[in-house]
């Protein structure tokens, strides 16, 4: 078991510029979600899929942000463009479907925005 | 709507004292719950959970019991280490296969 991917695990880039940051969930899971955490306002959850299908995107916090779930083996967060606000650890997490099926981490991307 | 209250942290103990860190929920039906631990520069890992009421949890020396009548699960352990400085999250995850609704987290410094 690999594990959740994610990639980059850094990310540096300038305001105005496009970001992208990709996540490979466990085999066989059959949830994703995105989630940012910075000291202000802790973990947030972004938006999560079910089969590959967006669920609930509220917690996007502006059009900037989009997701994707193309296929079970990937998905992808977009910022475009980036802000300065942005800069944040977003983390991926995928799990099972199911009520007790504890959520498992990727080990996070460190974005910053100049 | 649901949601986890933490106790507010830092919380910084010598090595081999008693560690007890609160959380109290708020949901209707009857949530799973769970303590998540983040070592620094890593992503969120599961330390333990519970799923249904009365239920203890239990892994590397910490414990919580899931009290429905008091809507807590507070984590404890009986002797620290230092390799326990963290950050400890406690969660819940309600029925229909819905996100998990975090604490804001308390960090853990433990030393020697």
């Known amino acids: 078991d690999a594990g959740v991917i994610q990639s980059p695990r850094h990310e540096v880039t300038e305001m105005g510029q496009e970001v992208t940051l990709r996540c490979k969930p466990i085999s066989g899971h059959n949830s994703l979600f995105w989630y940012r955490q910075t000291m202000m306002r802790g973990l947030e959850l972004l938006i999560y899929?079910?089969?590959?299908?967006?669920?609930?995107d509220s917690g996007m916090p502006e059009d900037r942000f989009s997701a994707k779930m193309p296929n079970a083996s990937f998905s992808t967060l977009k910022i475009q463009p980036s802000e300065p606000r942005d800069s944040a650890v977003y983390f991926c997490?995928?799990?099972?479907?199911?009520?007790?099926?504890?959520?498992?981490f990727g080990n996070g991307t460190r974005l910053t925005v100049t | 709507g649901d949601s986890v209250t933490q106790m507010e942290g830092p919380v910084t103990l010598s090595e081999e004292a008693f560690l007890t860190i609160n959380c109290t929920y708020t949901?209707?039906?009857?949530?799973?719950l769970f303590w998540y631990v983040q070592y620094p520069g890593e992503g969120l890992q599961l330390l333990l959970k519970a799923t249904k009421a009365d239920d203890k949890g239990s892994n590397k020396g910490f414990e919580a019991t899931y009290r429905k009548e008091t809507t807590s699960f507070h984590l404890e352990k009986g002797s620290v280490q230092v390799s326990d400085s963290a950050v400890y999250f406690c969660?819940?995850?309600?029925?229909?296969?819905?996100?998990?609704?975090f604490g804001k987290g308390t960090r853990l410094s433990v030393i020697a």
């Open positions: 969660a819940l995850r309600k029925s229909g296969n819905t996100p998990l609704v």
């Open positions: 949901a209707t039906g009857y949530p799973s």
């Open positions: 899929f079910n089969n590959n299908v967006p669920i609930d």
């Open positions: 997490a995928s799990s099972l479907w199911a009520d007790n099926s504890p959520l498992h």
